[in-house]
Nanobody, 117 residues
Framework: QVQLVESGGGLVQPGESLRLSCAASGFIFSLATMSWYRQAPGKERELVARIATTGGNSNYADSVKGRFTISRDNAKNTVYLQMNSLNSEDTAVYYC??????????WGQGTQLSVSS
């Protein structure tokens, strides 16, 4: 059974940092492309960052470039999203997504990030 469990969300003030984690199980993590998406109230879900299987290639939404960093630890079956210089526009539910080598797509349940003073 595939599971993606996000953690690390919470309430922070503008300018602060936070790291999200997504622990994966039930598939071959090292062969999966991993991504973080987010969905703000009233908006569509959008891609935040994506990382290739080996971690060598990653890409980011323009809105987070230079502030967010996606990384993965294949030994721990975990993908991370380091978020710096947070602002109110980053407030959203953040979802972890896995695309396996069989091209199956799985989602986590999401973790809420709120940025407010």
């Amino acid at each position: 059974q595939v599971q993606l469990v996000e953690s690390g969300g919470g309430l922070v003030q503008p300018g602060e940092s936070l790291r999200l984690s997504c622990a994966a199980s039930g598939f071959i993590f090292s062969l999966a492309t991993m991504s973080w998406y987010r969905q703000a109230p009233g908006k569509e879900r959008e891609l935040v960052a994506r990382i290739a299987t080996t971690g060598g290639n990653s890409n980011y939404a323009d809105s987070v470039k230079g502030r967010f960093t996606i990384s993965r630890d294949n030994a721990k079956n975990t993908v991370y999203l380091q978020m710096n210089s947070l602002n109110s526009e980053d407030t959203a539910v953040y979802y972890c997504q896995a695309i396996t080598w069989l091209k199956e797509t799985y989602w986590g349940q999401g973790t809420q990030l709120s940025v407010s003073s």
